[in-house]
């Protein structure tokens, strides 16, 4: 009986110490991960900012057009997550982000998951891409592409398509695209293009994975 006791104890302080490990891989109720995240809000808006507050912004949101041209959101590499240069209702803006795929990294050290806010029918797409050093822009073959929908918005992982450029940069005419990743070497000035049509409010979270 009392090996029995013991055991089960045993047992139900296992689960309680996996618990913490387990929470931080554990989906909420609106499709995203539990636990520590940086958040960054793609705001859409009738007109430029111009300056009206636009730098002193809190470090998680940057302005586009909700209406209208491309905004160039520029990538730069660092230690941290956090936003430089908040206005992209001039066409461009600038983003710091932690090199996805550090040294000879594999699979991306954050997981980024977006899902669209606001009143239902607008649409945005978003695609990474480069600028080469003889002032061409190269856009990926893959995007990320959302509609508000009425309801309850739920968060979706697109990794895969914000920290890679899925291109084909060779003169051979023959198609066989390359996946690169963000901040490769073999690469040039890197950006996200960001094509906003009504929607109020992208969201996006970043999610450090724990080694």
Known sequence: MKKTII??????????????????TVETGNGAPNGAHYNLNIIGVPKEKKGDGVMDNDGHRIFVKLWGADTKIWLVAGDSFNVIDADGTDGSARLQLMDPYPGDTTTSVYKIYVRALGTPGGKMGMTTGFLDEFGNYWYSLESVNLTRSTGQSKFTDKTLELTTIYVDITADGIDNPIRYNLFDNALYSYFWDYDNSGLKLLQMRFYVIEA
């Open 7 to 24: 055991l089960a104890a045993a047992l139900v302080l296992a689960a309680l110490i996996l618990v913490p490990a387990l929470a931080a």
